[in-house]
T-cell receptor, first 114, second 110 residues
Framework: EPEVTQTPSHQVTQMGQEVILRCVPISNHLYFYWYRQILGQKVEFLVSFYNNEISEKSEIFDDQFSVERPDGSNFTLKIRSTKLEDSAMYFC????????????FGSGTRLTVV | SQQGEEDPQALSIQEGENATMNCSYKTSINNLQWYRQNSGRGLVHLILIRSNEREKHSGRLRVTLDTSKKSSSLLITASRAADTASYFCATDANDYKLSFGAGTTVTVRA
Protein backbone atom coordinates (compact mmCIF):
# COMPACT_ATOMS: atom_id res chain seq x y z
CA GLU A 1 0.00 0.00 0.00
CA PRO A 2 1.37 3.46 -0.85
CA GLU A 3 2.86 5.35 2.06
CA VAL A 4 3.74 8.89 2.99
CA THR A 5 7.38 8.89 4.02
CA GLN A 6 8.82 11.35 6.49
CA THR A 7 12.44 11.97 7.36
CA PRO A 8 14.05 12.17 9.79
CA SER A 9 12.02 10.23 12.33
CA HIS A 10 13.60 12.21 15.15
CA GLN A 11 15.44 15.52 15.08
CA VAL A 12 17.08 17.31 17.97
CA THR A 13 18.02 20.93 17.39
CA GLN A 14 19.34 23.87 19.35
CA MET A 15 16.97 26.72 20.04
CA GLY A 16 17.34 29.36 17.37
CA GLN A 17 18.43 26.93 14.68
CA GLU A 18 16.55 26.27 11.47
CA VAL A 19 15.17 22.82 10.71
CA ILE A 20 13.75 21.30 7.57
CA LEU A 21 11.37 18.40 7.86
CA ARG A 22 10.96 16.30 4.78
CA CYS A 23 8.06 14.35 3.38
CA VAL A 24 7.45 12.29 0.26
CA PRO A 25 3.68 12.23 -0.35
CA ILE A 26 1.89 9.53 -2.31
CA SER A 27 2.75 10.09 -5.93
CA ASN A 28 -0.71 10.63 -7.41
CA HIS A 29 -1.96 12.79 -4.55
CA LEU A 30 -2.32 16.50 -5.21
CA TYR A 31 -3.08 17.87 -1.75
CA PHE A 32 -0.42 18.01 0.93
CA TYR A 33 -0.61 18.95 4.57
CA TRP A 34 1.42 19.47 7.70
CA TYR A 35 0.00 18.87 11.15
CA ARG A 36 1.65 18.89 14.52
CA GLN A 37 0.97 17.26 17.87
CA ILE A 38 2.53 18.63 21.00
CA LEU A 39 3.04 15.80 23.50
CA GLY A 40 -0.25 14.89 25.13
CA GLN A 41 -2.27 17.36 23.10
CA LYS A 42 -4.52 17.39 20.05
CA VAL A 43 -3.31 17.06 16.50
CA GLU A 44 -3.33 20.58 15.09
CA PHE A 45 -3.57 21.65 11.47
CA LEU A 46 -0.69 23.81 10.25
CA VAL A 47 -1.01 24.20 6.49
CA SER A 48 -2.43 22.72 3.32
CA PHE A 49 -0.79 22.97 -0.07
CA TYR A 50 -2.20 22.48 -3.53
CA ASN A 51 -0.98 23.37 -7.00
CA ASN A 52 2.26 24.75 -5.62
CA GLU A 53 0.67 27.19 -3.27
CA ILE A 54 -0.75 27.34 0.22
CA SER A 55 -4.50 26.66 0.27
CA GLU A 56 -5.12 27.21 3.94
CA LYS A 57 -3.02 27.89 6.99
CA SER A 58 -3.70 28.09 10.68
CA GLU A 59 -2.79 30.80 13.15
CA ILE A 60 0.11 28.63 14.25
CA PHE A 61 1.65 28.83 10.78
CA ASP A 62 3.26 32.25 11.12
CA ASP A 63 6.29 33.74 9.41
CA GLN A 64 8.51 31.29 11.26
CA PHE A 65 7.18 28.50 9.06
CA SER A 66 7.34 27.89 5.34
CA VAL A 67 6.55 25.01 3.01
CA GLU A 68 7.97 24.06 -0.31
CA ARG A 69 7.68 21.40 -2.96
CA PRO A 70 11.15 21.74 -4.36
CA ASP A 71 11.32 18.96 -6.89
CA GLY A 72 7.89 17.49 -7.62
CA SER A 73 8.22 14.65 -5.14
CA ASN A 74 9.36 16.11 -1.82
CA PHE A 75 7.29 18.39 0.39
CA THR A 76 9.17 20.22 3.10
CA LEU A 77 8.36 22.19 6.21
CA LYS A 78 10.97 24.71 7.27
CA ILE A 79 10.96 26.13 10.76
CA ARG A 80 13.20 29.13 11.17
CA SER A 81 14.72 30.11 14.51
CA THR A 82 13.19 27.24 16.46
CA LYS A 83 11.77 27.80 19.92
CA LEU A 84 11.34 25.37 22.79
CA GLU A 85 7.59 25.34 22.19
CA ASP A 86 8.13 24.06 18.65
CA SER A 87 8.96 20.67 20.17
CA ALA A 88 6.29 18.35 18.86
CA MET A 89 5.55 15.51 16.50
CA TYR A 90 5.10 16.85 12.99
CA PHE A 91 2.96 14.85 10.59
CA CYS A 92 2.84 15.16 6.85
CA UNK A 93 -0.26 13.97 5.03
CA UNK A 94 -1.52 13.80 1.50
CA UNK A 95 -4.88 13.17 -0.10
CA UNK A 96 -6.14 12.46 -3.58
CA UNK A 97 -8.37 14.92 -5.39
CA UNK A 98 -10.91 16.02 -4.45
CA UNK A 99 -10.55 16.58 -0.73
CA UNK A 100 -13.15 14.59 1.13
CA UNK A 101 -11.29 11.34 0.79
CA UNK A 102 -9.26 9.87 3.58
CA UNK A 103 -5.88 11.32 4.23
CA UNK A 104 -2.72 9.26 4.40
CA PHE A 105 -0.43 10.38 7.17
CA GLY A 106 3.26 9.76 7.50
CA SER A 107 4.70 8.28 10.65
CA GLY A 108 5.88 11.68 11.81
CA THR A 109 9.05 13.51 12.75
CA ARG A 110 9.59 14.05 16.44
CA LEU A 111 11.24 17.46 16.79
CA THR A 112 12.96 18.23 20.07
CA VAL A 113 14.24 21.76 20.57
CA VAL A 114 16.79 22.09 23.38
CA SER B 1 -14.48 25.82 15.99
CA GLN B 2 -15.75 22.63 14.40
CA GLN B 3 -13.31 20.42 16.24
CA GLY B 4 -14.52 17.00 17.19
CA GLU B 5 -14.56 16.16 20.86
CA GLU B 6 -14.40 12.53 21.93
CA ASP B 7 -15.69 10.86 25.00
CA PRO B 8 -14.76 9.12 27.09
CA GLN B 9 -11.20 10.40 27.42
CA ALA B 10 -10.06 6.95 28.46
CA LEU B 11 -11.52 3.48 28.28
CA SER B 12 -10.26 0.23 29.76
CA ILE B 13 -11.82 -3.03 28.67
CA GLN B 14 -11.17 -6.74 28.76
CA GLU B 15 -10.04 -8.52 25.63
CA GLY B 16 -13.07 -9.75 23.73
CA GLU B 17 -15.33 -6.94 24.91
CA ASN B 18 -16.61 -4.16 22.69
CA ALA B 19 -15.31 -0.61 22.90
CA THR B 20 -17.49 2.35 22.06
CA MET B 21 -16.35 5.93 21.83
CA ASN B 22 -18.23 9.03 20.78
CA CYS B 23 -17.38 12.20 18.96
CA SER B 24 -19.28 15.46 18.82
CA TYR B 25 -18.62 18.42 16.58
CA LYS B 26 -20.03 21.88 16.09
CA THR B 27 -20.48 22.84 12.45
CA SER B 28 -21.49 21.30 9.13
CA ILE B 29 -19.12 18.74 7.72
CA ASN B 30 -18.36 17.03 4.45
CA ASN B 31 -17.21 13.87 6.19
CA LEU B 32 -15.92 12.56 9.48
CA GLN B 33 -12.90 10.32 9.82
CA TRP B 34 -11.54 8.13 12.57
CA TYR B 35 -7.82 7.59 13.12
CA ARG B 36 -5.80 5.38 15.43
CA GLN B 37 -2.48 6.32 16.98
CA ASN B 38 -0.29 3.89 18.84
CA SER B 39 1.82 5.51 21.52
CA GLY B 40 4.29 7.93 19.97
CA ARG B 41 3.57 6.73 16.46
CA GLY B 42 1.81 8.03 13.37
CA LEU B 43 -1.87 8.38 12.60
CA VAL B 44 -3.52 5.50 10.84
CA HIS B 45 -6.71 6.17 8.91
CA LEU B 46 -9.42 3.75 9.99
CA ILE B 47 -12.64 4.76 8.34
CA LEU B 48 -14.36 7.72 6.68
CA ILE B 49 -18.08 8.36 6.77
CA ARG B 50 -19.63 10.98 4.53
CA SER B 51 -22.28 13.40 5.68
CA ASN B 52 -24.98 11.60 3.69
CA GLU B 53 -24.15 8.23 5.28
CA ARG B 54 -25.49 7.00 8.58
CA GLU B 55 -23.48 3.86 9.23
CA LYS B 56 -20.38 2.22 7.89
CA HIS B 57 -18.53 -0.98 8.65
CA SER B 58 -14.95 -2.05 8.16
CA GLY B 59 -13.95 -5.38 9.64
CA ARG B 60 -14.49 -5.11 13.40
CA LEU B 61 -15.18 -1.39 13.19
CA ARG B 62 -18.60 0.17 13.02
CA VAL B 63 -19.08 3.90 12.67
CA THR B 64 -22.32 5.82 12.90
CA LEU B 65 -22.99 9.42 12.05
CA ASP B 66 -25.93 11.54 13.16
CA THR B 67 -25.67 14.91 11.47
CA SER B 68 -28.76 16.21 13.24
CA LYS B 69 -27.00 15.70 16.58
CA LYS B 70 -23.58 16.45 15.14
CA SER B 71 -22.21 13.26 16.61
CA SER B 72 -20.50 10.06 15.61
CA SER B 73 -19.62 6.84 17.35
CA LEU B 74 -16.91 4.27 16.76
CA LEU B 75 -17.50 0.71 17.91
CA ILE B 76 -14.70 -1.81 18.00
CA THR B 77 -16.09 -5.31 18.43
CA ALA B 78 -14.31 -8.26 20.00
CA SER B 79 -11.37 -6.14 21.08
CA ARG B 80 -7.81 -7.43 21.08
CA ALA B 81 -4.70 -6.32 22.93
CA ALA B 82 -3.44 -4.88 19.65
CA ASP B 83 -6.38 -2.45 19.65
CA THR B 84 -4.74 -0.62 22.56
CA ALA B 85 -4.21 2.88 21.17
CA SER B 86 -5.61 6.39 21.07
CA TYR B 87 -8.52 6.96 18.73
CA PHE B 88 -9.28 10.32 17.20
CA CYS B 89 -12.18 11.63 15.23
CA ALA B 90 -11.47 14.32 12.67
CA THR B 91 -13.97 16.44 10.79
CA ASP B 92 -13.54 17.60 7.23
CA ALA B 93 -15.59 20.59 6.13
CA ASN B 94 -14.01 20.44 2.67
CA ASP B 95 -11.85 23.41 3.53
CA TYR B 96 -8.51 21.69 2.99
CA LYS B 97 -7.99 20.71 6.61
CA LEU B 98 -9.01 18.23 9.27
CA SER B 99 -10.02 19.27 12.76
CA PHE B 100 -9.09 16.66 15.32
CA GLY B 101 -10.57 15.93 18.70
CA ALA B 102 -8.56 15.24 21.83
CA GLY B 103 -8.92 11.49 21.42
CA THR B 104 -9.99 8.49 23.46
CA THR B 105 -7.26 6.32 24.93
CA VAL B 106 -8.32 2.68 24.81
CA THR B 107 -6.56 0.04 26.87
CA VAL B 108 -7.44 -3.58 26.18
CA ARG B 109 -6.48 -5.89 29.05
CA ALA B 110 -5.48 -9.44 28.22
Amino acid sequence: EPEVTQTPSHQVTQMGQEVILRCVPISNHLYFYWYRQILGQKVEFLVSFYNNEISEKSEIFDDQFSVERPDGSNFTLKIRSTKLEDSAMYFCASSPPPTGNGYTFGSGTRLTVV
Amino acid sequence: SQQGEEDPQALSIQEGENATMNCSYKTSINNLQWYRQNSGRGLVHLILIRSNEREKHSGRLRVTLDTSKKSSSLLITASRAADTASYFCATDANDYKLSFGAGTTVTVRA
